[in-house]
């Protein structure tokens, strides 16, 4: 009776799983399907994921903007690329950012840290390959690399952990409106001590905030240290330009008057 329980709630187990994964490619192909009146344009809002972090349509994922992105003065990326995203949202929900890359799939070789940006302490990241022993981390970023249709790979930040699949937040991926306050909803599977989540496209890992929840979401006074940081940037580099002006003026000046005295005495 015990055996027969114990058969029944593995098989249990694993319909349920094979429910989830045959949930998640039927959307996967209703999402295909989708007719190009539902794509939103590009520089539209998609969705909104962690209370106020938007994502933009870019309208198709082969479009490149060129077109950059500040918020507060702080580069975000060029729009609307998933790198970006994962910037503005590290802005908007830890107050940081993290440095420049060249591509998606660099950020899981070459990313070590994310700084905070009033005080610039730095915070590192742990990597977890896909098909680690350790489960999906919430608010971790989910790194892609190059591969098909992925020529520069990709990043969506999780933004929900549940018991079989983890939720993600993302841009230039899909360019329909979200229905919910997340992108996609992905199974995973807990393998021989392991877990692996079960993209159709292959993944890295996932990288995880090493806070130890320190780090708070962008509020009104952080906003105003920065505003103030600045205008006190911008003080010294007007200073700088007219001291400049200044000088260029007076070795102007001396040149001028140089000459003109130099030709006078040649017309003497």
């Not at 209703?30 to 972090?53: C, H, Q």
């Not at 939720?167 to 992905?186: D, L, M, V």
């Amino acid at each position: 009776m015990i055996i027969y329980q114990c058969y029944n709630l593995v098989k249990s187990s694993k319909s349920e799983q094979s429910s989830i994964e045959l949930s998640y490619l039927q959307l996967i192909r209703e999402r295909r399907s989708l007719s190009e009146k539902e794509i939103a344009p590009y520089n539209v809002i998609v969705g909104v994921a962690s209370l106020n972090v938007a994502a933009y349509s870019n309208g198709n994922d082969k479009y490149i903007s060129n077109e950059d992105n500040y918020l507060y003065e702080i580069y975000m990326g060029m729009k609307w690329q998933c790198v970006e995203y994962a910037r503005r949202w590290t802005l908007l929900r830890k107050s940081s950012i993290f440095e420049s890359v060249n591509s998606a799939d660099d950020m899981w070789n070459q990313l070590k840290y994310i700084e905070r940006i009033i005080d610039k302490e730095k915070f590192s990241l742990k990597k977890h390959s896909n098909g680690s022993p350790n489960l999906p981390i919430n608010e971790s970023y989910l790194i892609y690399p190059i591969q098909k249709d992925m020529p520069y790979g990709h990043v969506a930040v999780i933004v929900d952990v549940l018991q079989n699949s983890i939720r993600i937040a993302e841009q230039n991926f899909y360019f329909n409106y979200w229905t919910k306050n997340y992108s996609r909803e992905i199974p995973y599977q807990f393998i021989n001590g392991l877990y692996y989540i079960q993209d159709i496209y292959d993944i890295y890992g996932w990288m995880q905030i090493d806070d130890q929840q320190q780090l708070k979401s962008l509020d009104n006074l952080t906003i105003e240290k920065i505003q103030m940081r600045n205008e006190k940037i911008l003080d010294v580099t007007s200073s700088s330009q007219l001291t400049s002006r200044i000088y260029y003026f007076l070795v102007f000046s001396v040149l001028f008057i140089s000459q003109f005295k130099f030709d006078e005495y040649i017309f003497l």
